[in-house]
């Protein structure tokens, strides 16, 4: 399965962007779909997760700020950013996840300016 990401970019303080995934197939509804970033330098951090279940996991930083879902329709995945702040700039990278099994996109760049 491939994973083509968009909707990266530079954007000021206080705004919004929509990172977007899409697959090349459909992605069984059991997979836990997840978004990560990484710094210069840092591990890659672990930002949003939507379990099967519908459930979700946002990191501290940016809970109340960020949005995961997932369109089955068109195998796509989201993650909705508001109130954007400096520390969010990042390569974001989406991933699919499965007992071992684990897709990634490449990394979308998210410049926020202050």
């Known amino acids: 399965v491939r994973l083509v990401g968009s909707g990266g970019g530079l954007v000021q303080a206080g705004g919004s962007l929509r990172l977007s995934c899409v697959a090349s197939?459909?992605?069984?509804?059991?997979?836990?779909m997840n978004w990560y970033r990484q710094t210069s330098g840092e591990q890659r951090e672990l930002v949003a997760t939507l379990y099967s279940s519908g459930n979700t996991y946002y990191a501290t930083s940016v809970k109340g700020r960020f949005t995961i879902s997932r369109e089955n329709a068109d195998n796509s995945m989201h993650l909705q950013m508001n109130t954007l702040k400096p520390e969010d700039t990042a390569v974001y990278y989406c991933?699919?996840?499965?007992?071992?099994?684990?897709?990634w996109g490449q990394g979308i760049q998210v410049t926020v300016s202050s």
């Open positions: 991933n699919a996840y499965n007992m071992g099994r684990s897709f």
């Open positions: 197939e459909s992605i069984p509804s059991f997979y836990t």
